[in-house]
């Protein structure tokens, strides 16, 4: 039965598969809506939901990066571990005090800054991709803008959250 779907459709379908559920939620309350009645009024609150579930897998698909980096990535309990053939480390999700991308480096990597140590880790490492779940709980991280930082070709390292700006409030760039 493995060999029902080519590889590469199940990798896409599966790099979908939020964006899917939430087509299906919202399609299920569609179908309710127009059968009117009593179900019209909980087709309702399922096509939002199914809408708000499109809107997060497509934020979470452009997360993912194709590719086999190095290293792992694995989240347990709010501790990021990375594990990779030259470097690793674990850092308290709570503990992060800075995100940075670094395009720079080859592959791009993820720059956490806590407690005076760094810990780098590739954007294609596997298991990176629940770094979403992780980078979301940050306050007041704006998560588009990570992910445009995340396509733009850049050749500097690029602060995309921190706890306590470095620099005083009102002190202007440029």
């Not at 299906?24 to 009593?38: D, I």
């Not at 995100?99 to 596997?126: E, K, M, N, Q, R």
């Not at 070709?153 to 002190?171: D, F, N, Q, S």
């Amino acid at each position: 039965m493995t060999g029902f779907i080519r590889p590469e459709a199940r990798a896409a379908l599966w790099r979908l598969r939020e964006v899917l559920a939430g087509a299906a939620t919202a399609a299920l309350g569609a179908l309710w809506v127009t059968g009117g009645g009593l179900l019209m009024w909980v087709g309702i609150p399922v096509i939002v939901i199914g809408v708000v579930l499109i809107v997060i897998g497509m934020q979470r698909m452009r997360f993912r990066i194709a590719g086999r980096g190095p290293g792992v990535v694995q989240i347990d309990e709010g501790q990021i571990s990375y594990f990779g053939p030259l470097s690793g480390g674990v850092v308290a999700a709570a503990g992060i005090e800075r995100l940075a991308l670094d395009p720079s480096a080859s592959p791009a990597h993820w720059v956490l800054d806590h407690d005076g140590d760094t810990l780098f880790i590739p954007l294609t490492a596997a298991g990176a991709e629940a770094l979403f779940d992780v980078f979301s709980t940050l306050p007041g991280l704006r998560m588009e803008r990570m992910l445009a930082e995340m396509k733009a070709p850049g050749r500097h390292p690029v602060v995309i959250w921190e706890r306590r700006p470095l620099r005083p409030e009102g002190a202007r760039l440029h």
